[in-house]
């Protein structure tokens, strides 16, 4: 059984369109995460909502809006790509929020802006 | 700023050696320093560090934590071809809303 999935897997399109990123978690966490990792392999940390409310929200630019319908799962929407946006999107999840908690790791979305 | 450093960048081997993994930090509140193995797709967990001294271990693989001197070291005994991956160390800690600061990675490569 998947544990966190993410759809697509891969996303290729032009600079200037709107796209999102699909997320959901089966393990009954309250905890969800979105990580951009650039390719020089350096993950870092965007956005985190515990059971839908945002708690954590870094340095990205507001063409990112994450939206939680529910705790199981948390989307990510870009407005205007930039050819920068391209990056492996990971969605994550724990139990609870707070770092005492392991993170689980979906596989990623490879996003390709032309 | 929170920061993690991690070395060496990338270290290649033969199956059979031993190997050491550093990862330094600096971090506000720490609460916990995780390693991650990432081979292809997604992070996947190793281990969770949060007192000095106690050393986790699993098979091959084990950790320990200095919080005083701020950092830790993973080693990998007899390493095998299957353990080629981007090994990924991150703190946990911060002001309020704590989060994990991931350090840039060690690419290992294990010859046969």
């Known amino acids: 059984d998947t544990a966190v999935s993410q759809t697509p897997k891969y996303l290729v399109t032009q600079m200037g369109n709107d796209k999102s990123i699909k997320c959901e978690q089966n393990?009954?966490?309250?905890?969800m995460y979105w990580y951009k990792q650039d390719s020089k392999k350096f993950l870092k940390i965007m956005f985190s909502?515990?059971?839908?409310?945002?708690?954590i929200n870094e340095t990205v630019p507001n063409r990112f809006s994450p939206k939680s319908p529910d705790k199981a799962h948390l989307n990510l929407h870009i407005n205007s790509l930039e050819l920068g946006d391209s990056a492996v999107y990971f969605c994550?999840?724990?139990?609870?929020?707070?770092?005492?908690?392991?993170?689980?790791f979906g596989p990623g979305t490879r996003l390709t802006v032309l | 700023e929170d920061k993690v450093v991690q070395s060496p960048l990338s270290l290649v081997v033969h199956e059979g050696d031993t190997v050491t993994l550093n990862c330094s930090y600096e971090v506000t509140n720490f609460r916990s320093l995780l390693w991650y193995k990432q081979e292809k797709k997604a992070p996947t967990f190793l281990f969770m560090l949060t007192s000095s001294g106690i050393e986790k271990k699993s098979g091959r693989l084990s950790s320990i934590l200095d919080k005083k001197e701020l950092f830790s070291i993973l080693n990998i005994t007899a390493t095998q071809t299957g353990d080629s991956a981007i090994y990924l160390c991150?703190?946990?800690?911060?002001?309020?809303?704590?989060?994990?600061?991931f350090g840039k990675g060690t690419l290992l490569t294990v010859n046969p």
């Open positions: 991150a703190v946990g800690g911060g002001g309020s809303n704590y989060k994990l600061t």
């Open positions: 909502y515990n059971n839908k409310e945002l708690i």
């Open positions: 994550a999840s724990s139990q609870v929020a707070g770092v005492y908690n392991e993170q689980f």
């Open positions: 393990l009954g966490h309250d905890t």
